[in-house]
């Protein structure tokens, strides 16, 4: 094995306890404690743990969660109606909808309605608008596509000048660390479901940012080697060793990579932690923003 571990984890621990001293801080000087609405429409079990995994990391930090939990038949007008009711709350920075919503409800009308002044997941249009303008920042970057970044800079890795490839280019992973790839002046390819021959456009990247969905479809000969690979893919593949039946791979062959790559994120351990991280991290800047901070 040649390639350095990226630990997520502990870098997404490490970002924790940074912003459980500013969120001190801002109580100390301030009297001000950031607020995160988490809004939850129905019963999905894997959207009900993404969401107590949320309002727990919230209660680490010190930040205040307010736990919003709607019935599944509840109405698109009720929901917007419960999205306002929050934009005008003082006591609330930043509002998360947790997705999918169920299918009589048009997600983006729902989306399109949080102020983006509390967009802490960074899905508004205008965020996402302001991402690809240059000389334009938006109030929020999209969590997950933030965290990729922060795992490159933690790790010491440049990015100025170096050729990056993503695979995918979805609204919530793909375009947007695209569009912070760019800012960040590198080079950019990107690759998708309809591109020919994606392993040669992989094969030239300094970085890979995986994020297609796809259980360990990037192999080792697909590498430059010494990239730098972040894994942003979570498939659960059939286990039967394991209890629960299945384990869950990334979009990268991680025993093959491995052995090529100059750095590289696990699957879990990686990316996923620091989804959670940049989320806590934007709500405390939404909340450091209204006070002038
Ligand atoms: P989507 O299904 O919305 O998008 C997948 C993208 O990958 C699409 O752009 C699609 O292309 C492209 N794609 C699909 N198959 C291929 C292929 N064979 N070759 C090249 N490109 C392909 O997924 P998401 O962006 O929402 O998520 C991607 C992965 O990241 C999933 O495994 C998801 O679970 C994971 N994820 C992990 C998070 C974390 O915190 N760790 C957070 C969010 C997602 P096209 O546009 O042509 O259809």
Request: with cysteine.
């Amino acid at each position: 094995m040649s390639a350095k571990i990226i630990d997520g984890k502990a870098i997404a621990q490490t970002i924790r306890s940074e912003i459980a001293d500013e969120v001190r801080l801002l109580s100390q000087n301030h009297a001000k404690v950031p607020g995160l609405a988490v809004v939850i429409v129905g019963n999905r079990k894997d959207s009900q743990s993404y969401v107590n995994m949320k309002r727990k990391a919230c209660a680490e930090v010190g930040i205040k969660s307010f736990d919003i939990d709607l019935p599944e038949q509840v109405s698109e007008p009720e929901l917007i109606a419960k999205v306002h009711e929050l934009n005008a709350n003082p006591e609330v920075h930043g509002i998360l909808v947790q997705l999918p919503l169920p299918k009589h409800i048009n997600e983006e009308n729902v989306l399109s309605e949080i102020s983006i002044e509390k967009d802490v997941d960074g899905f508004h249009p205008l965020n996402i608008g302001k991402l690809a303008m240059k000389g334009r920042d938006p109030l929020f970057q999209p969590c997950t596509p933030k965290g990729c970044l922060e795992l490159l800079s933690r790790s010491g890795i440049s990015i100025k000048g170096k050729k990056a490839v993503v695979v995918g280019r979805s609204n919530i992973v793909g375009l947007p660390v695209s569009l912070l790839l760019l800012k960040a002046d590198a080079t950019i390819s990107i690759v998708h479901s309809r591109t020919t021959d994606p392993e040669s456009i992989i094969r030239e990247a300094d970085i890979v940012i995986a994020a297609a969905g796809q259980a360990m479809m990037i192999k080792g000969d697909w590498i430059k080697p010494g990239a730098a690979v972040i894994d942003v893919g979570t498939n659960a593949v059939d286990d039967p060793s394991k209890k629960s039946g299945y384990r869950l791979v990334g979009d990268v062959d991680f025993h093959e990579v491995s052995k090529v790559a100059g750095w590289i994120t696990p699957v879990p351990g990686g990316v996923g932690p620091m989804t959670v991280a940049m989320l806590l991290r934007n709500t405390l800047d939404g909340a450091k923003r209204v006070i002038g901070q």
